[in-house]
């Protein structure tokens, strides 16, 4: 079974801290994907990456940043966290089959309030 | 880009059948994805339909028109444990990730 986890499920944070996600799946999976969840607004992708220190912007990067140094691990960063980054955060991974059925596994969520 | 659209809530009752709606509009395609997430959970997968037709898998079956643009999730013999979102996804041309729509809530009452 794929596996993915997430650092915290709940995470209370004040404004203007540096606040870091941090995503890992045991599958060996090439692709890791960022995602926010919001009420009305669905599944928003903000960051991917489809190898090592590759990283590509997804619809709303803007107060984000990634890190990927290790194939396993996908980190999240918001470098100075704000009220409306308050939201809950799904990470995920696939195993890229070009033009196949690429199937997304998430991790449990993290859900995030900004103070 | 890509356009994802269903239904936001729907309410059936236990061992009814619903038909979840999605349609979409994308400049490729290479198939199609229904998602169920629970409240608080992460989003599970439920089945993929890349070519037209009907896939059944129990009491869950999908389908698509790639002609229309059109898929649909149909749950038989409803039971309280389904009330949850569902997600539909496209997956668009090349190796673009997954579009997400914002998923349909089911209610599903006695």
């Known amino acids: 079974d794929v596996k993915v986890t997430q650092s915290s499920r709940y995470l209370v944070k004040r404004t203007g801290e540096k606040v870091f996600l941090e995503c890992v799946q045991d599958?060996?999976?090439?692709?890791m994907f960022w995602y926010r969840q919001d009420p009305g607004l669905g599944l928003r992708l903000i960051y991917f990456s489809y190898d090592v220190k590759m990283k590509e912007k997804g619809d709303i990067p803007e107060g984000y940043s990634v890190s990927r140094e290790k194939k396993e691990r996908f980190s999240l960063i918001l470098e100075s966290a704000s009220t409306n980054q308050t939201s809950m955060y799904l990470c995920?991974?696939?195993?890229?089959?070009?033009?196949?059925?690429?199937?997304?596994?998430f991790g449990p969520g993290t859900r995030l309030l900004v103070l | 880009g890509q356009n994802i659209d269903q239904p936001t809530e729907m309410t059936a009752t236990e061992g009814a059948i619903v038909q979840i709606n999605c349609t979409y509009q994308?400049?490729?395609?290479?198939?199609l994805f229904w998602y169920q997430q629970h409240a608080g959970e992460a989003p599970t997968f439920l089945s993929y339909?890349?070519?037209?037709g009907l896939e059944e898998k129990g009491r869950f079956s999908s389908f698509l028109s790639r002609s229309k643009g059109y898929s649909y999730l149909l749950l038989k013999e409803l039971q309280m444990k389904d009330s949850a979102s569902y997600l539909c996804a496209v997956r668009g041309p090349g190796n673009t990730p997954l579009v997400f729509g914002k998923g349909t809530r089911l209610s599903v009452i006695a």
């Open positions: 339909n890349v070519l037209d």
């Open positions: 599958m060996d999976h090439e692709n």
């Open positions: 995920a991974s696939s195993l890229p089959i070009s033009g196949g059925q690429e199937t997304q596994y």
């Open positions: 994308t400049s490729g395609f290479n198939g």
